[in-house]
Every structure is written in C-alpha cells, then in structure tokens.
C-alpha cells in the first residue's frame, strides 16, 4: 500500500514536447491519432502498441515461469490474430528477469523509460513484485502479476491476476472440514513471505472453525530432507497436511512422504496443498502425488467450454506433451484483460486504464469467468482437485459463487 | 626529494590515464546517455569499487578472495537499513499492524524493531558501520586465516563459504533481514527522494568522486612501500617473512582494505538502485566481481574499472538483446578473454596501445627536436 502522491510524469511532458517540436506534417498525423486514443507518450503507433514481457527465462526461476511466458505470448498472437486492441497490432518486447530481484528492477525500468510500453505482463516471485513495484509507481506503469500470493498488498500499478491468500485458504480449509471431517492440521512450508502468511491465516481460520493445529514447521528453499518432519507429522497424526511447500523441494517432500508409508491415496493423513500445480507434478511424478488435493482456481482438467479451447490453443502453439498450471492460466489472463480495459477506455492512457479497470470482466477466461474488483486482485472461483495418476486433477470441488478478494483480511494478520 | 617522491606516485602515464577515465566518467558518459542508462552506469561502477579491492589484495597481495560479495553486502545492508527505516515512519506504515517498524518485520509477526536495528536511525552510526563492519569482519576473517598461514586456495574456498553462510543467514532470518525478498521500496535519504531523476544524477557523481578518490588510495598503496611489499610477498612470501616482516598483519591489512572499497560501493549500489538484496552477496555474484577484475586485468587499478563497466554493460546488452541466450553469450565472452587475453583489458592494453603511443609520442618529440 503506497501512500506517496504520485510524482508528475516528466517523461510524458517530454515527449509531448518533442511532439510539437516535429515537422508540420508529423504533428498533424501524429497529434490526430494519438487525440483520438490518448496514447501520450506511450510506445503507441497508428498500428501497433508495445507491452513489455518480463519474467524469468534463465536461472532457477526458469522453470517456473516459462510457462507464463508461453500462455502470455499465445493471449497476444490470439488478440492480434483477432485484429488487435483499438486497430493496432501488439508488439511486446520481452527481458530476462534473469531469477534475479534487481535484475528485475531493472528491466522493469527499461521497459518503461526506454521502450515505454503500455502495459507489463510479468514476475513470479513475491521478492520480484517487490523490486518491481516501486518502479511500477515511480513511472506509472501497469503490471499484470499472475502468480497466487501472500496479500498485504494492494498497488495503483500492479493487477494480481493470481488468488491471494484468502481466495484459496479459507475455502480449503471450510472444505477439508465440511467434507473430510478434518479437525487436526499440520502446516508445513518453505521459510520465506508466501508459506508464512498463508499458514498464519490457515491457522487463524483453524482456530476460528474451533479446529486444531498440531504442528507447524518451515524449512528453507530448496530444501530436500523431510524425513524429521514427517516422524513427527505421524506421531501427532493429523488429520490433514496442509502444506505450501514451493519448487524443487516438492520433489523430495512427496517420494520421502510415500517411502515413509503415508499413502495419499487413503487420505489418511489427507494432504492439502496451495502450491503443487500441474507443472510441479511434472518433476514429483504422478505416482507419487495420486490423491493429493490442492486447492486453486484452475486446473488444466476444467471441463468448461473455455478452458477446453485454451488447452487446445495452448497445445497447438507450444506442443502437446507441455501442462498448464494455475498461474500459466492466470499469465493468460494478463493480456486479455489489459485489452479488455483499454478498449473500454478508448485509450492507451495508464491513467484511464486504471479507472476502467475496476469492473472489467472476462465471460472467455480458460477458469470461467473473472472480475477485476476495485482493490486490483480478481473475483475468482475456489477449487479444490484431486491429483490423478498421470499428473492431473479431477476437481471435486468448485464454489457456487465467486470469491470476492480481500488482501487485507481483518482478524487474520 | 619531495618532488621524485611524488613523481614516482604518479607517473605521467598514470597522470593521463587518471584524467582519461575522469574526462570519460564525469563528462562523456553523461552527456551521451539519458539519465537511465546513467543510472546503470552507476551501478556498474559500484562493483568497480570492489574490483580495485580485487587488483589490490588479489592482483598485487596474491590473496584471491571469492566472497567479496560480504563486504559489498556489509555495506549495502547498512546503509539499506538505514533508509528502510526513513521509508518505515508510522504514517507511511499506517496499514501494518505495527506502524512504525519495517513492513517486511510485520509479515514476519515482528512487532518491536530489533536491537540491532536501533543504531541505524542515526546516518552518523550508518556511514561509520559502512567502513567499521566490513574492516572488523575483513579483521576477523583475516586474523584467523593468515595468522595460521592460511592462504591460496583454502582461503578462496573459506571465503566462498563464508559468503554462503552469510546469504543463508540473511534468507532464513527474513524477519529481520527481509530475507529472499530484500530489503526494498527505499525512498528517502534525509528527506531528500533518491528516486527522482535529478537524485539519480547527483547520487551518479557522488559515485564517481568517491570512484576515482578510492583509485587515488588504491593508486597510493600500490606505489607505496607497502604496495612493493605486497607484491614481494606474493611472489615469495618466505622470503619476505625472513625478512624480518609480518606477513600476516600486510595480508590482513590490504584484505580490510578491499573490504572497505567493496561496503562503498555495496552503500552506493543501494543508494542509487533503491534496494539490497540477499543475490547480490552469495558465491555467483562474490565470483562475478572477480571476473571484472580479471577481464580488467588483475594488476591494473584502471583495468579493474573498465571491466567492472564492459563486463557489465555486455551482461546488459546482450540480455536485452538476446533474453533467452545471454547466459551462453556472458559464458563464451569469459573464456575468450581468459583464453585470449591472460592479462585482461590492461594487457591488450599494455602490449598493443602503450607501445603504439610511445611511437607517436617519440616521434613527435623528435619531429619537435629537429625543428
């Protein structure tokens, strides 16, 4: 939460001089158009808008994050192929966050000073939205953020494509108890911002339900030895694990979970996760994950009409053995609605676009249907699925309604 | 007498060396790029600091350190605390649960700064942690290696470790450090808002003085008797030890010595970047800021310079060029240089430029001697 006023944009005052200070003939072509959509100052041509793509494509986010490139790259050839925003084609120019925060800061700045895009789609990391949110404010930018996270946050530049903490904890929970009878939890997650808040909202909402925690234990990233806290997961046998383990150490925490004898197909103990999608099964193996549930808002098994053409395009772009996580699915969501908002506002103007933001709704999203609410994250559906064999979920599991999102939930810091 | 002294400080190749690099800082880098890439600029040239400590302690002293990031993190974490703290007043953190302290403290259930966090309010205690923390650990560090004669590679690989463990500390102890995210949003120094453009220019300059006044020191205690001591002692340390000296008070010196340049530079990286983070510190980039001094010329104050700026320009060309590739591109530029050019940039520059120089240089003289 920013509570700094904004800070004139000299650059835009710059370019507008620059403007006037072309040849007749330039002005004239160049002051119709860009009066017809308020494009000042913004890398805005008669027939192409630029947006930035910036996320991980080396180090140890790679992994990650390709696949919200991929779904980010595929949203903009489809607009384009469907005529574009406002009758312009979208060019995007994509940097290397490198896995690396001030690398990040730095692209985020390139992108904005020098190629002055209209819009970023990009970051993974908690610690990477950090380095570039600062930026995003100092020029006025406008970040499309597609990972599930933390909350506590709530910025004029950033739309959380994503879920934040509540949309995906408080209905797991209300679920792991309404349908499974779960009174007991063990939380277990990586040491860093994400596991910490969400487990401390877990338990808030635990306690509020009258229900349990026996445990709660951290471990760092990249961490590979689980075998301590799995004894002590069985002699306080809860009811359910409720982990947000990320990354690589998923790998290790599910073959040591099976060679220690817990069963997830049995459900005893049943296992909760926030933070396995279809891209993390990929590395664990399907056979060690058959009858882990995760709690998320999309899955690549959804049935619904949308999603069924979205895998397909998916598939088609970028091949067929690839799988499509949450937060590809939510990548994809970044462009679309980005144009969705610009063409209500008539306008590349970052300004106008964020005043049209609050309200835009997608009726094609792959999950169905999303809303942008005034707060910037978007009402989503809560899932829960069902980790199957070959590494996908059946859900079991879908909220009547839309989950309105609140990143600052009272009673629960 | 006084005279000779300071002529063999500064010979006039050193002189015209020293005002090429001061014309091409202060004056042709800044009027060819936009206040962005200045900014860049400046930050490349933060790791300059820390490659002249390369040239001194390695290049001259034979102490090859691989965990400069330490330093450069000693610094750049204090003078980060201190900003974080102007950026952390109760107003600005109305929302938190506890206004007042860092917000990064309150996602981790903090409610009371740390004691140690304390003496950071004062800008005073800040600039003094920046030279007095990295020279108390170089000390220590140092103390405990050279005194037992620890050297060569077991003291590369303990300062890799030592790199590694203060990372790993930093990440794990997030409520007090920021952990993996860093600590960020730095928006003031003393009121004055460092992220405005005509901040970033300032804080640029400020960079290049405190630049060239440290190649000046570097410059200094090379030429200095210590400076022929340390070479002496690299190339045969017995000998020097025989010689009455202790070796291990030089080593320890000039090793506190890099430290110091590292913390300015780290101090100057968070002023002018606007964050610290834990990657900045750990064995990749503690291995990086050698390869500047190598691709400079590990015996080359000016090298050190230069190739803190080309190695780092090429990583950002070539990463906006080729985002998916420049990893191989960064990787293929190294070996050719190590392959290629032993003595980095300096040697090309000493075998091939210096030589060609003289030529012109004689042969105008001569020209002037006939007339």
Request: aromatic fraction near 12%; include cysteine.
């Amino acid at each position: 939460m920013q509570n700094h006023p904004h800070q004139p944009n000299k650059l835009r005052r710059l370019m507008l001089k620059t403007m006037m200070a072309l040849p007749a003939t330039m002005l004239f072509s160049n002051v119709a158009t860009a009066s017809e959509v308020n494009s000042t100052g913004l890398a805005v041509t008669d027939d192409t808008v630029t947006v930035g793509i910036l996320h991980s494509a080396t180090g140890t986010m790679a992994i990650s994050e390709t696949g919200s490139i991929q779904a980010e790259k595929l949203a903009i050839e489809q607009i384009n192929a469907s005529g574009g925003v406002l009758g312009r084609q979208i060019k995007y120019i994509q940097e290397d966050g490198a896995s690396d925060w001030p690398t990040f800061a730095e692209k985020a700045k390139k992108l904005l000073v020098q190629d002055k895009v209209d819009a970023i789609m990009g970051c993974w990391t908690s610690a990477s939205r950090k380095a570039v949110l600062p930026v995003m404010e100092q020029y006025n930018g406008m970040l499309f953020y597609p990972t599930f996270y933390e909350g506590l946050e709530q910025s004029p530049n950033v739309i959380y494509t994503g879920q934040e903490a509540t949309q995906q904890i408080l209905k797991g929970i209300d679920w792991a108890k309404e349908t499974k009878g779960a009174k007991k939890f063990f939380l277990l997650g990586s040491d860093y911002i994400w596991p910490r808040t969400s487990n401390k909202i877990a338990r808030k909402h635990i306690e509020k339900l009258g229900l349990k925690v026996v445990g709660e234990e951290y471990y760092p990233l990249g961490h590979t030895q689980f075998n301590s806290v799995i004894n002590k997961i069985k002699l306080k046998k809860p009811d359910v694990i409720f982990t947000t383990v990320v990354g690589g150490s998923n790998v290790a925490f599910y073959k040591q979970l099976k060679a220690a004898g817990i069963d997830l197909t049995k459900e005893k103990p049943l296992v909760l996760t926030l933070s396995v999608t279809e891209d993390e099964i990929l590395g664990i193996g399907g056979e060690n994950v058959e009858g882990l549930y995760a709690s998320m808002k999309y899955f690549q098994s959804l049935p619904n009409d949308n999603n069924k053409a979205f895998v397909k395009a998916f598939k088609k772009r970028w091949g067929d053995d690839i799988v499509i996580g949450d937060v590809t699915q939510a990548a994809y969501l970044g462009p679309w609605l980005w144009k969705a908002a610009v063409e209500k506002a008539g306008s590349f103007d970052i300004d106008k676009i964020r005043k049209t933001l609050p309200g835009i709704e997608l009726t094609t999203a792959p999950e169905g249907y999303v809303k942008v609410h005034p707060n910037h994250h978007l009402w989503s559906k809560s899932r829960i699925g069902h980790a199957k064999k070959d590494g996908q979920f059946d859900v079991v599991y879908e909220s009547k309604e839309l989950i309105e999102p609140n990143p600052f939930p009272k009673g629960y810091q | 007498m006084v005279q000779t002294k300071l002529r063999s400080l500064a010979p006039k190749n050193d002189v015209i060396s020293f005002l090429i690099l001061a014309a091409i800082l202060l004056v042709a880098l800044p009027v060819l790029f936009d206040i962005f890439r200045l900014n860049l600029i400046g930050k490349y040239l933060t790791f300059a600091f820390v490659a002249l400590g390369l040239v001194l302690s390695w290049g001259l002293g034979g102490i090859l350190s691989l965990g400069q990031g330490i330093f450069f993190g000693l610094g750049g974490y204090a003078m980060a605390m201190f900003l974080k703290l102007e950026a952390s007043s109760p107003e600005n953190t109305q929302i938190q649960s506890t206004p007042g302290i860092p917000d990064f403290m309150d996602w981790n259930q903090l409610t009371e700064l740390p004691w140690f966090w304390e003496p950071f309010h004062s800008f005073g205690f800040t600039v003094f942690a920046i030279f007095a923390l990295p020279a108390l650990f170089a000390y220590i560090i140092g103390a405990a290696m050279f005194k037992r004669r620890v050297g060569g590679v077991y003291f590369a690989i303990i300062t890799q470790a030592i790199a590694a463990i203060l990372t790993i500390l930093i990440i794990g102890q997030q409520g007090f450090t920021g952990g993996v995210n860093g600590i960020t949003d730095l928006r003031t120094l003393h009121g004055w808002d460092i992220r405005t453009d005509s901040a970033k220019y300032v804080l640029y300059f400020v960079n290049v003085v405190l630049l060239l006044i440290t190649l000046v020191a570097a410059q200094y205690i090379r030429k200095s008797k210590l400076g022929r001591l340390l070479v002496a002692m690299r190339d045969s340390e017995d000998r020097v030890r025989f010689s009455g000296y202790d070796v291990s008070n030089f080593k320890i010196f000039i090793f506190c010595i890099a430290g110091i340049f590292s913390s300015i530079g780290g101090a100057m990286f968070t002023l002018q970047v606007g964050f610290m983070s834990p990657s900045l510190i750990g064995i990749v980039p503690s291995i990086e800021m050698v390869i500047f001094a190598a691709v400079g010329g590990n015996l080359s104050i000016f090298g050190a310079i230069y190739g803190a700026l080309i190695v780092n320009w090429a990583k950002t060309i070539l990463s906006e060029s080729y985002p998916e590739l420049w990893l191989f591109a960064m990787g293929a530029l190294f070996i050719a240089v190590v392959l290629a050019f032993p003595k980095g940039l300096a040697g090309i520059y000493e075998s091939h430029v210096q030589p060609w120089v003289d030529k012109k240089l004689k042969a105008i003289q001569k020209k002037k001697a006939e007339k």
